[in-house]
């Protein structure tokens, strides 16, 4: 009798834990975002790849290049101390043997700037730049008169894509890559009053244009288009105001983009829903956690339970979870190992993304 009671309990706690149990393989995107290493910390980071990455199932690695590779296409567009194509052939073979999939990123439209420092495009093209007429201050502060935040390209300059275009082609073709991530996150300066091309124009419309521009670009080769999603969410109605949403007019760009790009949707506050919406407008979505491991479990069971209780056509679109940092991979790699003491707490981007993948592992 005992025995058969135990092995009725046994069954009825394993069919119901079953219940809620989340299959790993269920999520098909379990990512990180980081900028891509520098050539001193290269060999660290191919051990991060081969040991912890492997071993905690991430199969996706959003790479931040941006200027930091020797192109060959444009040299002028080099960092200092860019990654050699060595380099990245060394981070490729890891990644392949991890079973991880790489997805090259370079800041396009926005973050053309950081602070005092213009990036390398608006340095070697001073003729893309949506306002010359802002001067990039000596000592940065926020906020500002101008409203600065970063640097845009002008969307609508005749020349800028065929540049930005050729170090995308010379990335994607090293990475051996089949999506790009195009960053466009945070465009505060878009449509400016004083651009002789955009001035007056729909702000959404500029956004969406950009959007199609590089999507179909990345087409003509199989290759598919990342973006952040906060242009596309209102930041008024949505009370999440301008910086994980849009203040300037951007949000209806989600009605006029193409429905076969990736949408990263990041929040790091709150584990705010906004991945349904994305999902209802057609789009692919992935939530993207930072520093608060509280935050990012929430997020990480409630993408689950998007998948689990939607119709089969939205269900496909909850593509799963990415952890985004947002040091260097160098200071990211101390933190990580413990190797320096970074002064982090509890709320660390190191401690989110070990706390979201024990949680993802313990769902097998
Ligand atoms: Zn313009």
Redesign the pocket.
């Known amino acids: 009798m005992k025995t058969a009671l135990f092995l009725f309990i046994s069954i009825f706690l394993l069919t119901s834990t079953k219940a809620h149990q989340i299959q790993k393989s269920e999520l098909p995107v379990r990512g990180l975002c980081i900028a891509a290493p520098s050539p001193n910390n290269l060999d660290r980071f191919m051990k991060f790849i081969k040991d912890d990455l492997k071993q905690m199932n991430v199969n996706v690695l959003v790479l931040r290049i941006d200027y930091n590779y020797e192109y060959n296409s444009i040299p002028e567009l080099r960092s200092d101390n860019p990654l050699t194509k060595n380099d990245v052939e060394k981070l490729v073979g890891a990644c392949k043997t991890a079973g991880i999939e790489i997805i090259p990123q370079i800041n396009l439209l926005g973050h053309q700037s950081w602070h005092s420092t213009l990036s390398k495009l608006l340095e070697v093209y001073p003729q893309f730049d ?1 306002t010359p007429h802002i001067n990039l201050p000596g000592e940065y502060k926020w906020p500002n008169e101008d409203g600065l935040y970063c640097k845009s390209y ?4 005749p020349d800028v894509h065929e540049v930005v275009f050729s170090l995308v082609d010379e990335i994607m073709d090293v990475f051996e890559a089949n999506a790009f991530h195009a960053g466009l996150d945070e465009v505060f300066y878009l ?2 009053d004083k ?5 007056g124009r729909d702000k959404a419309e ?1 956004f969406a244009g950009e959007v199609w521009k590089i999507r179909n670009h990345l087409a003509q080769k199989d290759r598919k288009l990342w973006i952040w999603g906060d242009r596309l969410i209102d930041g008024k109605t949505t009370g999440m105001g301008m910086w994980e949403a849009s203040m300037n007019n951007t949000a209806r760009a989600i009605d006029m983009i193409p429905k076969d790009i990736v949408i990263c949707d990041w929040h790091y506050e709150r584990p705010d829903p906004t991945a349904v919406y994305f999902a209802m407008k057609g789009l692919d979505v992935i939530t993207c956690p930072y520093r608060r491991p509280e935050v990012a479990i929430k997020q990480l069971h409630d993408m689950v339970n998007f998948r689990e209780n939607s119709t089969p056509e939205m269900s496909a679109r909850f593509l799963g979870m990415m952890q985004t940092v947002w040091t260097g991979a160098g200071n990211f790699l101390d933190a990580w190992y413990k190797t320096k003491d970074t002064s982090e707490g509890v709320e660390s981007q190191a401690n989110c993304f070990k706390t979201l993948f024990e949680e993802i592992n313990k769902m097998e």
């Not at 002008?154 to 300059?157: D, E, F, G, K, R």
């Not at 651009?195 to 001035?199: V, Y």
Request: proline residues 15%.
């Open positions: 949506e002008c969307p609508l300059h449509g400016d651009c002789p091309r955009c001035s500029l």
